[in-house]
T-cell receptor
Framework: SQTIHQWPATLVQPVGSPLSLECTVE??????LYWYRQAAGRGLQLLFY??????ISSEVPQNLSASRPQDRQFILSSKKLLLSDSGFYLC????????????FGSGTQLSVL | QKEVEQNSGPLSVPEGAIASLNCTYS??????FFWYRQYSGKSPELIMS????GDKEDGRFTAQLNKASQYVSLLIRDSQPSDSATYLC??????????????FGGGTRVLVKP
């Protein structure tokens, strides 16, 4: 069966520090991968998606970047965090076929102070 | 106009009653529809998917889809306090859209009172 791992669960970082969040999927090949952010009390905002190794699409301009160095690995990064980067970050995966279900990792609660 | 709209709530429901959640979407060619449950501080959990007009039942949950009206709903029968959560509606848009992305509504918060 497929599983998705996301870490760390919580992170407190000072403004201006770098960020690296990692996500890996097991039990499937060539998945679509996604990074979402959820600000407190808000809906899900799609940040990045990837349909293959090295292929990254950005949905919104921001202080963040993403990379997919391996088929089942997705990384979210920042060189210098802003206060506005605080939020709940969710990695998700989906089989590359129409109408397939989207599954989320357990999320990372990021607080930038 | 938002692509996927939900009433933010909170929807207050007595224990044992039926909770009715609604979701409308703007893209007429949307193909698939999903309901997620999200507890506070946790990630969304898929509870229902529906692809064809009509009703689909799974345990205490029933999803209803009306593509002509661009409307999808979720019924929770015999509501329990453990059903208290935010319910997210998600819609898969145009066929072969880049990234095969889902668009999420803002969620409806449900409170089931004992």
């Amino acid at each position: 069966s497929q599983t998705i791992h996301q870490w760390p669960a919580t992170l407190v970082q000072p403004v201006g520090s770098p960020l690296s969040l990692e996500c890996t999927v097991e039990g499937t090949s060539n998945p679509n991968l996604y990074w979402y952010r959820q600000a407190a009390g808000r809906g899900l905002q799609l940040l990045f998606y990837s349909v293959g190794i090295g292929q990254i699409s950005s949905e919104v301009p921001q202080n963040l970047s993403a990379s997919r160095p391996q088929d089942r690995q997705f990384i979210l990064s920042s060189k210098k965090l802003l206060l506005s980067d605080s939020g709940f970050y969710l990695c998700a995966w989906r089989i590359q076929a129409i109408n397939e279900k989207l599954f989320f990792g357990s999320g990372t609660q990021l607080s930038v102070l | 106009q938002k692509e996927v709209e939900q009433n933010s709530g909170p929807l207050s429901v007595p224990e044992g009653a039926i909770a009715s959640l609604n979701c409308t979407y703007s893209d007429r060619v949307s193909q698939s529809f999903f309901w997620y449950r999200q507890y506070s501080g946790k990630s969304p959990e898929l509870i229902m998917s529906i692809y064809s007009n009509g009703d689909k039942e799974d345990g205490r949950f029933t999803a209803q889809l009306n593509k002509a009206s661009q409307y999808v709903s979720l019924l929770i029968r015999d509501s329990q306090p453990s059903d208290s959560a935010t319910y997210l509606c998600a819609v898969n848009g145009r066929i072969k859209a880049a990234g095969n992305k889902l668009t999420f509504g803002g969620g409806t918060r449900v409170l089931v009172k004992p």
